[in-house]
């Protein structure tokens, strides 16, 4: 059970460019999402899913985008990174329950130059 | 307004004592979740232990509890006897909602730092 897993660990793109960050989950959650976290600063939403076919957006949703064709991946697409994207990245899974708790990815470190 | 304020950006404790990290939310939901995670340097979030709006005891997982004070509206995470290795980064986190609602508000974290 390898729980929640992200690719890659670490990229440099250059602005303008795109990319896909991958995540992954073998435990059958229903929920999914992306968070960002920036230098002194907790997890903010970027997207979320509630199950496949079916994403909405985070607190800070611009310049990314999300989609969920099955329960197990949800990636997050940079359609043209910025500077302002350099930040880590977590992905995060649970099930859909009052006391569901988020088991996260070990996250994705990404720098824009 | 912020909905979690951790007002400690760092805390020293000595190997062996207890340590209260401090967490106060906002919201006007009556059904409501808050968690407790742990950032060590390398980099993963590692859930610690949660608490419902409507749970009546404090939770407790091992030597982790949460001191729930709900007419405060504090949720604070109390670590007893500490080890280096609790040396890390601690975020609280709410979820508003009786689920379906998995959204995770954070605070910006609290440093402790634990001594020999």
């Known amino acids: 059970n390898a729980g929640v897993t992200q690719t890659p660990k670490f990229q440099v793109l250059k602005t303008g460019q795109s990319m896909t960050l991958q995540c992954a989950q073998d435990?059958?959650?229903?929920?999914m999402s992306w968070y960002r976290q920036d230098p002194g600063m907790g997890l903010r939403l970027i997207h979320y899913?509630?199950?496949?076919?079916?994403?909405d957006q985070g607190e800070v949703p611009n310049g990314y985008n999300v989609s969920r064709s099955t329960t197990e991946d949800f990636p997050l697409r940079l359609l043209s990174a910025a500077p302002s994207q350099t930040s880590v990245y977590f992905c995060?899974?649970?099930?859909?329950?009052?006391?569901?708790?988020?088991?996260f990815g070990p996250g994705t470190r990404l720098l824009v130059l | 307004a912020q909905k979690i304020t951790q007002t400690q950006p760092g805390m020293f404790v000595q190997e062996k004592e207890a340590v209260t990290l401090d967490c106060t939310y906002d919201?006007?939901?009556?059904?409501?979740?808050l968690f407790w995670y742990k950032q060590p340097s390398s980099g993963e979030m590692i859930f610690l232990i949660y608490?419902?709006?409507?749970?009546?005891q404090n939770a407790t997982e091992g030597r982790y509890s949460l001191n729930f004070q709900k007419a405060r509206k504090s949720a604070n995470l109390v670590i007893s006897a500490s080890q280096l290795g609790d040396s890390a980064m601690y975020f609280c986190a709410m979820r508003e909602g009786q689920g379906g609602s998995e959204k995770l508000v954070f605070g910006k974290g609290t440093k402790l730092t634990v001594n020999p």
């Open positions: 899913s509630v199950g496949a076919g079916i994403t």
């Open positions: 919201t006007s939901d009556p059904s409501y979740g």
């Open positions: 435990m059958n959650h229903e929920y």
């Open positions: 995060a899974s649970s099930y859909f329950a009052a006391g569901g708790t988020q088991y």
């Open positions: 608490q419902g709006s409507y749970d009546q």
